[in-house]
C-alpha cells in the first residue's frame, strides 16, 4: 500500500508541483537505506538478527506513525514529510539483513529454498493486493490514515519478532563478511564482460524507470478523470494489474531452465519499454490497465535471471562482492532516474514522459542486444 500512498500524499502536499513532489518523497524512501546499507555493514556483526530487525521495525513506526500525527494537525509540510521518510528507511537495510539470517534460524536448512520460494509468492500476492486496496482506502479513509495502517503493520512485525526469543537468532560477522572486503579492482571487473554488460544494461534499465514513477499517478489522474474514476483507485488497479502479470510470468519462468542469459535479459529489457510505449500511447484505461500486466509479466523473470547469470558467471572468490556492488548500484540507479524524472514530467507531461522512456529503454536493449545478437 506504500507504494501509492507514500506518492499520492506527495501530491496533496505539493498540488502546484506534483511531479518533483513524487521524486522527492520517493527518493527520500529509496536513497538513505543505499547510504546506510554501506556504512552500517560492520556493526551488522555485533547485534543478533532479532535486534536487528525490531530496530527497523521501531524506527518505521515511529517515523510514520510522526507522519500522521503531524498531518493531523495541520503541521505536515513537503519538506517534514522527506525528513521522515529519510529517517523512517534509514534502517530498511539492516531490517532485510536480519530478516534473512532470521529465516535461516527458523527453517531448517533443507527447507530453505522453499520457505524462501514462499515469501517471495507472499510479496507477489501482496503487490496484487496492496496497492487496489490502498486506492480504495485512500478515497473512503484519506491518504495519512492508510500510511497509519502501514506504520501498524511493522508494530505488529515487531510484536510477531519479539515472541521468537526462544529461537538460535545469533548472527555471524562472516554472514555480512562482504561489507568489509577490500574493493575489486575496476580493470579486474571490466574482464568480467558479462557482468559489466549486466550492470550497465541494468542501470540504465533502472534510472528509466524513473519516469514511470513519478508519470504514472499523473497519468492515472488524468485517465481517471475520462472515466469518472479516483485517481489513487486507478493508479491502484494499475499497479495491481502489474502484480498479477508479475505472478504469471515469475511462475511460468519458473518452469524453466535455460532462460538465464543476456540476450532474454537485453529482450525483457525491450519488450518492457514497448509495454511502456503503450501505457503512455492510449487514452484507454482497459488498455493501460493490460499493457500493465502485460509488463509485469514481461518484467518478472529479470531479477532471478539476472541474479542467476552472476552467480554462474562470477569467479567465487568475487561474488560476494560483486553482488554487493549490484545492490548498490540499483540502490542508486532507481531513486537517480526518479529525481531526473520529477524535472522533466512536469515539463512535457505524463504521456509524453512515458512514450519516452520506453522508447529509450528499447533503444538501450537493441544497443546491448543487438551485438551480442550478431557475435552468436
Known amino acids: ?42 556493526w551488522l556483526g555485533k547485534l543478533d538478527c532479532r535486534t536487528l530487525v525490531l530496530i527497523d521495525c521501531g524506527t518505521r513506526f515511529i517515523f510514520l506513525s510522526a507522519i500522521v500525527f503531524l498531518h493531523s494537525i495541520g503541521l505536515l509540510s513537503l519538506g517534514i514529510y522527506m525528513i521522515l521518510l529519510i529517517l523512517a528507511a534509514i534502517t530498511r537495510p539492516i531490517g532485510a539483513a536480519g530478516e534473512r539470517v532470521l529465516l535461516k534460524s527458523l527453517i531448517p536448512q533443507v527447507d530453505l529454498f522453499p520457505a524462501n520460494s514462499l515469501l517471495s509468492m507472499a510479496t507477489q500476492i501482496a503487490s496484487i493486493i496492496g496497492p487496489a486496496c490502498a486506492g480504495l482506502f485512500i478515497v473512503v479513509f484519506g491518504t495519512a490514515n492508510v500510511i497509519a495502517l502501514d506504520a501498524l503493520s511493522f508494530g505488529i512485525f515487531g510484536v510477531i519478532v519479539w515472541t521468537l526469543s526462544s529461537v538460535d537468532t545469533s548472527i555471524k560477522e562472516s554472514s555480512f563478511s562482504s561489507t568489509s572486503l577490500p574493493p575489486i579492482p575496476f580493470k579486474r ?14 542501470c540504465f534499465f533502472h534510472i528509466l524507470y524513473g519516469p514511470i514513477v513519478v508519470a504514472l499517478p499523473l497519468y492515472s489522474r488524468f485517465l481517471g478523470a475520462q472515466i469518472g474514476m479516483s ?6 488497479i494499475l499497479w495491481s494489474s502489474f502484480g498479477i502479470g508479475a505472478l504469471l510470468g515469475g511462475f511460468v519462468a519458473g518452469l524453466q531452465r535455460s532462460l538465464a542469459s543476456f540476450m532474454i535479459a537485453a529482450t525483457i529489457v525491450g519488450l518492457w519499454g514497448i509495454a511502456v ?9 482497459l488498455v493501460a490497465i493490460i499493457a500493465m500486466g502485460i509488463g509485469g509479466c514481461i518484467y518478472a523473470p ?37 529525481i531526473v524524472a ?9 504521456r509524453s514522459a512515458l512514450i519516452g522512456s520506453g522508447l529509450l529503454t528499447l533503444g538501450i536493449a537493441c544497443v546491448f542486444g543487438l551485438p551480442k545478437y550478431f557475435r552468436s
Do not use: N
Not at 513524487?22 to 554501506?38: D, K
Not at 520529477?342 to 505524463?350: F, M, R, S, T
Open 231 to 236: 485517481g489513487p483507485v486507478l493508479l491502484g
Open 277 to 285: 510505449v503503450l501505457i503512455g500511447a492510449t487514452a484507454l484505461s
Open 342 to 350: 520529477g524535472i522533466i514530467v512536469p515539463a512535457i507531461g505524463a
Open 189 to 202: 571487473l571490466l574482464q568480467l564482460r558479462i557482468i559489466t554488460g549486466l550492470f550497465l544494461l541494468t
Open 1 to 42: 500500500m506504500s507504494q501509492i500512498t507514500i506518492v499520492w500524499l506527495a501530491i496533496e502536499l505539493a498540488p502546484t508541483y506534483q511531479g518533483i513532489a513524487i521524486a522527492l518523497t520517493s527518493a527520500a524512501y529509496l536513497v538513505p537505506g543505499a547510504v546506510s546499507g554501506m556504512l552500517l555493514g560492520k
Open 302 to 338: 529479470y531479477t532471478a535471471i539476472i541474479a542467476t547469470i552472476i552467480q554462474r558467471e562470477s569467479p567465487p572468490e568475487l561474488l560476494a562482492r560483486v553482488s554487493s556492488y549490484w545492490s548498490s548500484m540499483t540502490s542508486v540507479a532507481s531513486p537517480l532516474g526518479t
